[in-house]
T-cell receptor, first 114, second 114 residues
Framework: GNSVTQMEGPVTLSEEAFLTINCTYT??????LFWYVQYPGEGLQLLLK?????DKGSNKGFEATYRKETTSFHLEKGSVQVSDSAVYFC?????????????FGAGTRLAVHP | DGGITQSPKYLFRKEGQNVTLSCEQN?????MYWYRQDPGQGLRLIYY???????QKGDIAEGYSVSREKKESFPLTVTSAQKNPTAFYLC?????????????FGPGTRLLVL
């Protein structure tokens, strides 16, 4: 079945460092891909998405490119801030059952220090 | 403000008790979803509903029940048959179709067993 694999955390960075969180997927067909962010004690917020190969999603300085050849959707940010500390989830849409189910990775915790 | 609300934020369940989690949205979205999140894991789908008066089981529906009598509301009941109910429960609703469908999440309800 379809699945998502994220790099294990925690990822610990200093402020203004470059961020990469790896995400690879296994899927039949052409799923849409998403990054969601979860701050402590809160629900998930959509960060960005891409719906087809070579699409680049971007938001708030974060970006990710849908790479079909490597089945990847890595999240990047050029300069992180303390406020970016959160758990980041990669997800794909699975429409095999006739409805849109999101399949999530396990999440990657990011901690940014001043 | 448009959005998804979940209540209560925290809920305590005694052994053998059924409890109901509320989810309301004023986004005019047709589809709604319930997910369960366990510590250090991604989300898993419990139930979903694409239209009023219709809902389907997700991957982990055992011990849960739902109703969809109104477009805006999709309550989840955790029954006494659910032997391990302690988790963070997230409701979502979606807009768009096919590859354009995007799910948006509420703030979540944390369920604890006394």
């Amino acid at each position: 079945g379809n699945s998502v694999t994220q790099m294990e955390g925690p990822v610990t960075l200093s402020e203004e460092a470059f961020l990469t969180i790896n995400c690879t997927y296994t899927a039949t067909g052409y799923p849409s891909l998403f990054w969601y962010v979860q701050y402590p004690g809160e629900g998930l917020q959509l960060l960005l998405k891409a719906t087809k190969a070579d699409d680049k999603g971007s938001n708030k300085g974060f970006e990710a490119t849908y790479r079909k050849e490597t089945t990847s959707f890595h999240l990047e940010k050029g300069s992180v801030q303390v406020s970016d500390s959160a758990v980041y989830f990669c997800a794909l849409s699975d429409r095999a059952g006739g409805y849109n189910k999101l399949i999530f990775g396990a999440g990657t915790r990011l901690a940014v220090h001043p | 403000d448009g959005g998804i609300t979940q209540s209560p934020k925290y809920l305590f369940r005694k052994e053998g008790q059924n409890v109901t989690l509320s989810c309301e949205q004023n986004l005019n979205h047709d589809a709604m979803y319930w997910y369960r999140q366990d510590p250090g894991q991604g989300l898993r789908l419990i139930y979903y509903s694409q239209i009023v008066n219709d809902f389907q089981k997700g991957d982990i529906a055992e011990g849960y029940s739902v109703s969809r009598e109104k477009k805006e509301s999709f309550p989840l009941t955790v029954t006494s048959a659910q032997k391990n109910p302690t988790a963070f429960y997230l409701c979502a609703s979606s807009i768009g179709v096919g590859t354009q469908e995007t799910q948006y999440f509420g703030p979540g309800t944390r369920l604890l067993v006394l």
